[in-house]
C-alpha cells in the first residue's frame, strides 16, 4: 500500500491531456496498535529500517517507509524473460486493501463477460484486513486465481519484526502519512504472524507477471518495471520529460505493448507510440470525484461489455484497454472498516476520508497520452 496525494475524480467526459495535479492529505499523526480485532490509538514509535537500502528520495535512508529494500529491485529484462500466460480477457486488480465488498463485486463483474476471464491481483490485496477472519478471507480468496505480491505481501511475510511498510514513499508524502503506514503494517503484522501458511504463499509469490493478449505482451508490476515498490509510475510526474523517458525505457524493456500497474493509489493512463500504461489507483478505494467506486484494468483483444461501464479506455492495435468501475456495497464496507480501525487509528485517519468519497481526482487528470494519433491506432474510443 501506498498512499499517494488524495486527489479527485469522476466518471465525466474524457478529454484529452491531464494536468497534473498533487494535494498531500491533512494529517495529525496518532500512533496504533492492534489489540484484538480493532485497532485503537496509542503511541507508537517510527521503526527503523536494516541495511542494503535504496532510498526513494532525498529523505535519510533511516526513515522507515521512505526506503526500496535492495530485494525489491529487479530489470525491464527479467520481465521481458518472464514466460507469458495467455488470456483473452485479463483483469489486473492492484490495491484492494483488505475491502472484501470490493472483492465481491470483481467476482460478480465476471458474468457480464462473454468468455473466461483471467484475474491477476498485482499486489497490495491486504492492508485494512487486520481482523484475523477478515485477513484469512480475503487471501484465500485471491489464492484462486493470479496474483503477486505487493509492497505489503512482501511485509507481511516477514517472520520477525516489521516496522517498515515498504512503500518507498517520496518526498511529495507527508511525514506523517508515512509514519501512520508504518503503524498499519505493525499492526496488520501481527495478525498474519498467526496466519503462517498465508505468509509461506505470499512469500512465495513473484514480483511481477507476463501475459500474451491479442498478440501483444502484457506487463504486470506492482511498482514499476524496476522495482516493486517504485514510484516511477505514479501520477504526479507523468508529465515530466525524465518520466516519459523511462516509460518509453520501460515499454522497450519489458518487450510490453502494455504495462499494469498500482501502488501510488491514483489511476492514469498513458498512451505512448510504443504502447500504454495503465495504473488502475485502488480497487479497494474510491478513485474519482463523486465516485465511490473502486477500479480495475481490464485488458483484453474485446470491448468491455457495455454492463461494465468502462470509465476511459484506449486501443493500441487490437488491444482494448480500459478503466472498470468496481461499485462496492459502499455501506457495507465502513461498517466493516469501522469494526477494525477506531476513530482515532492511523488507518482512521489517513484513510477514512477518502474511503468516503473526499476526493479530488477527475478522468481528466487520469487520461494522459503523447498522440492521437488514429492511424496508429491508439486512441482513446469515443
Ligand atoms: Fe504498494
Redesign the pocket.
Known amino acids: 500500500?501506498?498512499e499517494s496525494s488524495d486527489t479527485p475524480g469522476s466518471t465525466a467526459q474524457v478529454k484529452t491531456t491531464g494536468v497534473t495535479e498533487a494535494v498531500v492529505p491533512a494529517d495529525g499523526v496518532n500512533g496504533g496498535e492492534a489489540t484484538g480485532d480493532q485497532v485503537t490509538g496509542g503511541e507508537v514509535t517510527g521503526g527503523e529500517v536494516t541495511g542494503g537500502e535504496i532510498t526513494g528520495g532525498s529523505k535519510p535512508p533511516s526513515v522507515a517507509g521512505r526506503s526500496c529494500p535492495v530485494d525489491y529491485r529487479y530489470n525491464p529484462a527479467d520481465i521481458a524473460a518472464t514466460p507469458a500466460k495467455a488470456a483473452n480477457v485479463l483483469y489486473v486488480i492492484g490495491?484492494l486493501y483488505g475491502n472484501s465488498e470490493a472483492l465481491k463485486t470483481v467476482l460478480s463483474l465476471l458474468r457480464f463477460e462473454r468468455e473466461p476471464v483471467t484475474l491477476c491481483f498485482n499486489?497490495?490485496f491486504n492492508w485494512f484486513n487486520v481482523a484475523s477472519d477478515r485477513f484469512r478471507q480475503i487471501n484465500t480468496t485471491v489464492q484462486q486465481y493470479d496474483a503477486i505480491r505487493?509492497?505489503?505481501e512482501t511485509g507481511l511475510a516477514e517472520r520477525g519484526t516489521l516496522t517498515d511498510c515498504g512503500?518507498a514513499y517520496p518526498d511529495f508524502v507527508d511525514d506523517a502519512v508515512v509514519s501512520r503506514s508504518n503503524q498499519i503494517i505493525g499492526a496488520l503484522h501481527q495478525t498474519a504472524l498467526q496466519h503462517s501458511d498465508l505468509q509461506d504463499w505470499m512469500r512465495g509469490l513473484p514480483r511481477y507477471r507476463r501475459y500474451e493478449v491479442a498478440g501483444h505482451s502484457v506487463a504486470i508490476v506492482?511498482?514499476d518495471p524496476e522495482a516493486l515498490?517504485g514510484w516511477g509510475l505514479c501520477q504526479e510526474t507523468l508529465d515530466e520529460p525524465e518520466s516519459r523517458e523511462s516509460i518509453a525505457r520501460w515499454l522497450a524493456g519489458t518487450n510490453a505493448s502494455v504495462i499494469a500497474c498500482?501502488?501510488t493509489c491514483l489511476p492514469f493512463l498513458y498512451c505512448a507510440q510504443s504502447g500504454a500504461v495503465i495504473n488502475n489507483g485502488a480497487s479497494g478505494m474510491p478513485n474519482f470525484r463523486n465516485s465511490l467506486s473502486g477500479l480495475l484494468s481490464r485488458i483484453s483483444h474485446s470491448p468491455p461489455p457495455q454492463q461494465l461501464q468502462a470509465i476511459y479506455g484506449a486501443r493500441h492495435d487490437e488491444l482494448y484497454i480500459d478503466a472498470i468501475p468496481i461499485p462496492y456495497a459502499h455501506a457495507a464496507w465502513i461498517s466493516e472498516f469501522n469494526e477494525q480501525w477506531a476513530a482515532d487509528s492511523p488507518a482512521h485517519l489517513s484513510y477514512f476520508d477518502r474511503l468516503m468519497g473526499a476526493i479530488d481526482y477527475t478522468t481528466t487528470h487520469a487520461v494522459r497520452w503523447l498522440s492521437t494519433d488514429a492511424k496508429s491506432g491508439r486512441h482513446l474510443r469515443p
Open positions: 500500500m501506498a490495491g499486489g497490495d505487493g509492497n505489503v512503500c506492482h511498482g515498490a498500482t501502488h
